[in-house]
């Protein structure tokens, strides 16, 4: 990976959040734009996610996610994105790693996401870090991973 990307938690404005997503948005599976409105979910992120984010002058990886189940002290991986020229260099698994030491630190015991049953690139990504089958309906595929069970 490059040494010129900064990994930065919570830096980014919400409109840098929609220019990275909308650049981002063919590489999701199904396309972003088809699920959300992308200008309406970049608040949601900016105001309410912690902000796992890669720099290299502009915004090449974010990883968003909840930490607000406390009761059930289950964090939740709402986004992975990466800039196309950045796939293939680590950068989301860093963000993966990062982002599951926060929550392990904050006391949470699950990380969960949702990732379209076609999506086996990120599939794979998300078994290298760990994170196994909990179940599928119709094309989502929920997957977690057990932090109580590595510590």
Not at 20 to 35: A, E, G, M, N
Not at 89 to 105: F, H, M, N, P
Not at 123 to 151: C, H, N, P, T, W
Request: net charge neutral; glycine share 6%; with cysteine.
């Amino acid at each position: 990976m490059s040494n010129r990307i900064a990994f930065r938690l919570n830096e980014a404005s919400e409109a840098q959040i929609a220019e990275h997503l909308l650049r981002c948005d063919s590489s999701f599976v199904p396309p972003l734009s088809s699920r959300v409105e992308i200008a309406g979910y970049a608040q949601k992120i900016a105001s309410k996610a912690v902000r796992f984010e890669a720099w290299e002058r502009t915004l090449v990886g974010l990883l968003a996610t909840y930490c607000n189940d406390a009761e059930r002290r289950l964090a939740y991986i709402s986004s992975v994105s990466t800039l196309a020229e950045w796939r293939g260099k680590g950068v989301a698994s860093r963000l993966l790693e990062q982002c599951i030491t926060y929550a392990r630190c904050g006391g949470f015991e699950i990380v969960e996401l949702e990732v379209d049953c076609e999506n086996m690139g990120s599939r794979r990504l998300y078994e290298k870090q760990g994170f196994v089958v909990d179940s599928v309906d119709g094309r989502k595929v929920i997957m977690r991973l057990d932090l109580a069970k590595e510590a």
